[in-house]
């Protein structure tokens, strides 16, 4: 294929190397005329492993040119990959300057090419939040070119997961390929583009793809904070920190796994809690400064909150709870967050009642009946014996559970009461287009 990439930065450079190295035809667009010359001298202007060869090797082939000249890369190419910096401001917030005025220029050149060479795609690899590109760059695209985007002009979003030290590697062996689509035929082209490289690719909606880029980064960004303090906490504690996350990485079921990393309600129970408070309170004696380890408890009790928040804005005064224990198959109420809910509800005057066919209050013995009379005493007129009791008082349903017999007695669609999802139902994608539906886990 034929190829324009804008912006010949770490991403733009090794992606127009590695894309003129698979036998595509490419021309790199920068508005530095020093990096257009270094790359049409058949040098790389980054330091990377192995880019300068590449560079060197696919100059020389004649496969990678580098211009200035927007009008003329885009008339010579039929993709157009847009790798310019997306920068913060000095408020934190995301710049768009670069993104906008290349968006910009490539719809003007596209007008003036007048349609000729067939539907042309652009396709954006920086990063940027969700919503961008549909809401800026769709709009000034449309808007400079004169046409419809998705029907004279292809548009998608392709987030890159390069390494900066190991970027070239990463292209030819990436751990997955993005496809954020305005439309299939968009998708097509980028698949296309890629076509031979390994690894899952995934052909998602342009908000999607924006998002699992911050997800993957910040991701990144929570795993090395968290070695980090419990590095520091370790060796205050005169402990091998090294030792510990070798054990704790061999852990492929619970640790590094798919475990716990699905959106829902807060977490409690008797280990978790109890265990995040221990060791931040163990930090701060040890004098250790642990502010993501101290922020999980916060965070956990914001979500809470949240719950708390959509029942409030519904404006209704009868509430069903189904669901209490701290998780499913047990009748631990422990730090439950729907105990939680309960006596936050409970509190606020809120008409409850509960339904959860793991916990009877008869069955309810020692640490679990303690903790139970503490904080909730009012239990025994608040739970109901059935979900069918729970449905015929409420006007606002809140769903902590995936219990089927709740499952199947859910009502659907307006005339019922307002369903508040914590756990993310089995049918939501369905009900999340009914009236009175509102989830906490999306």
């Not at 020093?34 to 040098?43: A, E, P, S, T």
């Not at 409850?352 to 009012?378: C, F, K, Q, W």
């Not at 369903?419 to 994608?429: C, F, G, K, Q």
């Amino acid at each position: 294929m034929r190829v324009s990439v804008f912006g010949l930065g770490y991403v733009g450079c090794v992606s127009a190397a590695c894309l003129a190295d698979m036998g595509h035809e490419v021309v790199g667009v920068d508005v530095n005329q020093v990096k257009v010359d270094l790359v049409n001298d058949g040098r790389a202007p980054v330091v990377e492993e192995r880019i300068g060869e590449l560079v060197a090797e696919v100059v020389g082939s004649g496969a990678l040119r580098a211009t200035d000249d927007v009008r003329e890369a885009v008339m010579n190419s039929e993709v157009s990959l847009v790798c310019v910096g997306t920068p913060s401001e000095p408020n934190g917030s995301l710049c768009t300057t670069y993104l906008e005025r290349v968006t910009e220029q490539i719809g003007a050149a596209l007008a003036e090419q007048g349609g000729r060479g067939g539907r042309h795609t652009v396709v954006f690899r920086s990063t940027m939040l969700p919503g961008t590109c549909l809401d800026l760059l769709v709009p000034i695209l449309e808007k400079s070119f004169g046409g419809t985007a998705g029907v004279d002009v292809g548009v998608a979003v392709n987030p890159e997961f390069l390494r900066e030290g190991t970027s070239v590697r990463d292209f030819s062996d990436p751990p997955k390929t993005v496809i954020g689509e305005l439309d299939p035929a968009s998708g097509d082209v980028v698949a296309a583009l890629y076509d031979g490289l390994p690894g899952e690719v995934f052909r998602v909606p342009v908000p999607t793809a924006e998002a699992i880029k911050y997800a993957d980064n910040a991701f990144h960004g929570l795993k090395i904070g968290f070695a980090n303090e419990l590095g520091a906490v370790c060796q205050a504690l005169g402990v091998d920190s090294h030792q510990v996350m070798d054990v704790f990485l061999a852990d492929r079921k619970l640790n590094i796994s798919p475990a716990y990393l699905r959106p829902g309600f807060a977490f409690g129970g008797s280990c978790l809690p109890k265990d995040l408070r221990s060791l931040v309170y163990a930090a701060q004696r040890a004098d250790v400064s642990v502010p993501i380890l101290a922020h999980v408890l916060p965070s956990n009790e914001e979500h809470l909150q949240r719950a708390i928040e959509l029942v409030e804005r519904t404006g209704r005064r009868k509430v069903g709870l189904f669901g209490l224990s701290f998780k499913p198959g047990t009748d631990d109420l422990r730090e439950s967050p729907l105990v939680e809910l309960a006596e936050r509800l409970f509190g606020k005057g809120y008409d409850l009642r509960i339904h959860d066919a793991n916990v009877s209050l008869s069955r309810l013995l020692g640490a679990n009946r303690e903790y139970i009379e503490t904080r909730l005493p009012h239990l025994a007129q608040l739970l109901a014996d059935s979900v069918d009791e729970v449905l015929e008082h409420a006007e606002v349903v809140l769903v902590g559970t995936k219990d089927p017999a709740v499952l199947s007695a859910l009502p659907h669609g307006a005339g019922g009461p307002v369903i508040v999802d914590l756990v993310r139902l089995p049918d939501a994608e369905a009900r999340r287009a009914e009236p009175g539906y509102v989830g906490l886990a999306w």
